[in-house]
């Protein structure tokens, strides 16, 4: 099994709980570390798969996570509580917990494929190099702290951004990369949550350094992403008092705008 449906699969649902709660136990992989900490993506994706299994709707619509402390590699409980099923669409709230509550959520799930109605998206994909004219993310950092995520996503870079080329400061905090799995798993809705928080902040263009932890990341899915690389924008307008926010905009192959993101985050310590 490839890593990623591994990860969310290792969901073992337990006992139905009072009131219409659902828990389940799973394992906190390391595969998708930044230094010795799981992203915050990824943690997310664990807590919206559970309310998924959860809920007679399967599709995240929308999911919104408050980080409450830094996740380990180990044993975790996931409770789900359903908070309200319509005919179309339904809510449910989460907690990820291990010696202490790590991450809460709550989403609205419904079809992708009963949606319906007009549309019209006036957000444009961004031009970019093609993948292989791209730069790769760096393994290790320049403070030495390694990234084992990167063994397992592939992140390119186009060659004139601070991620590509260390020490070059556009003085503008916008950034896009490529992203796709390294054992060739392909998208599906889950991986839009990781997808949405895996790679260095934008403020990196600012000159900026130092470990930048979510507070909150709210993430829309549009659709099912289709097989192939995803391309994603990521722009912060505004750092106030070390705090920032961050807007992605996610595309699949076929150039369908798939997710967009919005986390506030805060500039601090190095990491390492």
């Known amino acids: 099994m490839d890593k990623w449906n591994e990860s969310l699969g290792a969901l073992a649902e337990g006992p139905p709980g009072p009131d219409g709660f659902q828990t389940y136990s799973t394992h906190i992989s390391g595969f998708w570390n930044a230094g010795s900490k799981p992203n915050g993506g990824y943690i997310m994706a664990l807590g919206a798969k559970a309310m998924s299994l959860t809920l007679p709707y399967p599709d995240p619509f929308t999911v919104t996570c408050h980080f409450l402390s830094a996740a380990d590699e180990d044993g975790a409980q996931v409770s ?119 790679f260095a902040p934008a403020v990196l263009e600012l000159g900026m350094r130092g470990w930048s932890p979510t507070i909150e990341l709210t993430v829309h899915i549009r659709a099912a992403p289709t097989p192939g690389w995803l391309r994603i924008h990521r722009r912060t307008r505004a750092l106030v008092n070390g705090y920032f926010e961050e807007d992605s905009n996610i595309w699949d192959a076929g150039g369908n705008l798939v997710a967009q993101g919005r986390q506030l985050a805060r500039l601090g310590a190095p990491l390492g």
């Open 80 to 198: 789900v509580e359903r908070v309200r099923v319509g005919r179309s669409l339904a809510t449910a709230a989460a907690c990820v917990s291990q010696s202490k509550e790590r991450a809460r959520l709550i989403g609205t799930f419904g079809r992708y494929g009963d949606a319906s109605g007009p549309t019209d998206v006036s957000v444009r994909i961004p031009a970019m190099p093609e993948p292989e004219d791209c730069v790769g993310a760096a393994r290790t950092l320049p403070t030495g702290v390694s990234l084992p995520v990167v063994d397992h996503v592939d992140i390119r870079y186009p060659p004139r951004t601070t991620m590509a080329a260390e020490g070059r400061t556009s003085g503008r905090a916008d950034v896009s990369a490529w992203f796709r799995m390294r054992d060739g798993c392909e998208p599906d809705p889950f991986m839009l949550f990781l997808a949405a928080d895996a």
